[in-house]
Structures are given as C-alpha cells and as structure tokens.
C-alpha cells in the first residue's frame, strides 16, 4: 500500500522520505496539516 504523501513534501526526495523515522513522519504531517488550517483562517 502506497502513501499519500501531502503536496507540501513533494520538495522532499521519496528516497529521503522513505529513509524518515515513522515518528518524524508524524509530527511533520500533523504540522503541515496546522499550517494549512491556520492559512485557511
């Protein structure tokens, strides 16, 4: 199963991405996700 990957990490390599703790992964979501709540506001 392949996954989404936000647009705001189309910047990042897949091979870095892949390379990147689940946990690092995570908090790096959830930030993007905050940010683009907040620019919604």
Do not use: F, H
């Amino acid at each position: 199963m392949e996954e989404k990957v936000p647009n705001y990490l189309e910047e990042v390599p897949p091979k870095d991405w892949e390379r990147t703790p689940a946990s690092v992964k995570k908090l790096v979501e959830e930030m993007g996700q905050r940010i683009e709540t907040l620019e919604k506001q």
